[in-house]
């Protein structure tokens, strides 16, 4: 079983920036890739980023030069670095995580950009 702890949400004006952090726990050995998707209200889920165990990471075009994702793997925790924030940025982020071959969740923290 494995669990997440996300934080770092919350309310900012456009322009500004928030970091998302989601801290996995349980029966972890390795986390083989960790992402962000995000759902804003009407709206499919989507991708927003990924990095993989050795680092590679990948982003949709919509929030390339904005957004940063990073991996600390002694922690088992992946963050997000949002900067340059819209209004269209606002929606719940969920972190994901692969685990021993197995897609994991967390629950959200949403993000809400508005003046």
């Known amino acids: 079983q494995v669990q997440f702890v996300e934080s770092g949400g919350g309310l900012v004006q456009p322009g500004g920036s928030l970091r998302l952090s989601c801290a996995a726990s349980?029966?972890?050995?390795?986390?083989?890739?960790m992402a962000w998707y995000r759902q804003a209200p009407g709206k499919e889920r989507e991708f927003v980023a990924s990095?993989?165990?050795?680092?590679?990471?990948s982003y949709a075009d919509s929030v390339k030069g904005r957004f940063t994702i990073s991996r600390d793997n002694a922690k088992n925790t992946v963050y997000l670095q949002m900067n340059s924030l819209k209004p269209e940025d606002t929606a719940v982020y969920y972190c994901?995580?692969?685990?021993?071959?197995?897609?994991?969740w967390g629950r959200g923290t949403q993000v809400t950009v508005s003046s």
């Open positions: 994901a995580m692969v685990v021993g071959g197995l897609n994991y």
């Open positions: 349980g029966s972890i050995l390795s986390i083989d890739a």
């Open positions: 990095i993989i165990r050795a680092g590679s990471t």
